[in-house]
């Protein structure tokens, strides 16, 4: 496809969406919110079929529901901003043009749940967003006092573990303790931070709940697919025509996916970053980006014939040895040896065979892993190894 005709055809797909980044009443949407009963927001959520845009795609109405419904007076609300997946940079774009409706969103799920204090865990390297976003949130605060909304929230900086954006190690960096993960159960709508019943949403998620209630739930249902409902926003990289942050309808083909970013030379796609899948060229048209198919938290990076995708699985093997807590053994030992596997098979000290008991081990830390982080190394490396395996020796 020539240049124009990608930018045109990439602005009629912007098109069909236009939620995140549009200018909208935001105060508005926070009054109509409080003037109904909070169960009909939770409805609404529920109706709209959001699932969360953090990566693990949770029915979001279902988890408010499960925070409104738990005992305890005091809940809380935490927008999870610690974007720390490689390739991913679409929560910072969101929350320094939208902050308005990212807090918004807090506010109504503050209303929803019966939540009365809220925090932004904010990445440690955005720095810039800080004290704009605490201004922010004072604003707010001032505005949920006016309209009789009883919660306040504020901003929390995290310090830089990739892990700490797990929502269990996110309670506990916020607490001042080690970044590591919880056993679960119980799950933070029952006990989350500081034992409160606790929602945690991604940026995202949080914006698009302030666009349901402003669009109403159906107008949401209308994009995307039957299990990937609404707009995806995703941060483009790697050997990309254009690169960026872009917000798409759920449910494309990676194929009209590469068309609008990518070229004939396009090899592969990682979608979901490090801890995601690579699809090759030849699963492009028959795979859907959503739910249904490869789910992402919007990172997608395209690679093309001069990428070695033996040093692509080594950078992503490297990250997951550097930043695994190391509380649990299968991961923590698991993340070395399979960086330790490709290698010897890259010198000759190990034959190609290797990949299949390394593959096996994958597997294993994807069973015995007690959080995401070990859990989904089996998704970049089984993918690479299974697809880019002639890569891998030479
Ligand atoms: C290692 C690891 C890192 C994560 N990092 C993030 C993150 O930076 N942002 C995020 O929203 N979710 C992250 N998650 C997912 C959260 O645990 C949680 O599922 C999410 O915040 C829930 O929000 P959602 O339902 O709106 O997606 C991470 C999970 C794991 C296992
Ligand atoms: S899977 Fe990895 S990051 Fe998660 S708790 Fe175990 S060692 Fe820590």
New binding site residues.
């Given amino acids: 496809m020539k240049s124009g005709d990608k930018s045109k055809r990439l602005k009629e797909f912007e098109e069909k969406v236009n939620l995140i980044f549009r200018e909208t009443d935001c105060v508005e949407v926070l009054k109509k919110a409080l003037r109904g009963d909070p169960r009909a927001i939770i409805k609404e959520i529920i109706d709209s079929g959001l699932?969360?845009?953090?990566?693990?795609?949770?029915p979001?109405g279902i988890?408010w529901k499960g925070a409104a419904e738990a005992a305890g007076g005091n809940k809380c609300v935490i927008c999870?901003?610690?974007?720390?997946?490689p390739g991913?940079f679409k929560?910072r774009r969101i929350l320094d043009e939208q902050p308005d409706k990212v807090i918004a969103g807090m506010g109504i799920c503050a209303r929803a749940i019966g939540a009365t204090e809220g925090y932004i865990y904010l990445?440690g390297e955005y720095t810039f967003l800080f004290s704009k976003l605490s201004a922010k949130c004072e604003a707010w605060n001032a505005i949920f006092k006016e309209k009789g909304l009883n919660f306040r929230t504020s901003v929390r900086s995290g310090s830089g573990a990739?892990?700490?954006?797990?929502?269990t190690?996110?309670f506990e960096s916020m607490e001042g303790n080690r970044g590591e993960?919880r056993n679960k159960p119980p799950f933070p709508v029952t006990i989350g931070y500081s034992n409160l019943p606790t929602v945690?949403?991604?940026?995202?998620?949080?914006a698009y709940t302030t666009m349901i209630i402003s669009d109403g739930p159906e107008s949401f249902k209308s994009i995307g697919t039957k299990d990937s409902m609404g707009g995806k926003v995703f941060s483009v990289s790697g050997d990309a025509s254009v690169k960026g942050v872009f917000e798409l309808p759920l449910g494309m083909t990676l194929q009209e996916f590469v068309d609008l970013f990518g070229d004939s030379d396009t090899k592969a796609v990682q979608v979901g970053g490090s801890?995601g899948t690579c699809v090759p060229r030849k699963n492009f048209a028959d795979t859907i980006i959503g739910f249904e198919g490869v789910p992402t938290?919007g990172s997608m990076m395209l690679f093309n014939s001069s990428r070695s995708m033996y040093h692509v699985l080594k950078n992503y093997l490297e990250f997951f040895e550097e930043?695994s807590c190391g509380q649990c053994t299968p991961c923590r030992v698991g993340c070395q040896q399979l960086l330790k596997g490709i290698e010897a098979i890259r010198s000759g000290e190990r034959p190609l065979s290797y990949l299949e008991r390394l593959r096996d081990l994958a597997r294993v830390m994807s069973i015995a892993s007690k959080?995401?982080?070990g859990?989904?190394l089996a998704n970049p490396f089984n993918s690479i190894t299974q697809h880019f395996r002639e890569e891998i020796c030479y």
Avoid at 51 to 58: D, H, L, S, T, V
Avoid at 80 to 85: L, Q, S, T, W
């Fill in positions: 699932r969360g845009r953090g990566g693990a795609g949770f979001t988890k999870n901003a610690d974007e720390g997946e991913t929560d990445r990739y892990v700490c954006g797990e929502e190690a996110l993960p945690i949403n991604n940026v995202e998620t949080l801890s938290g930043e959080c995401g982080l859990q989904s």
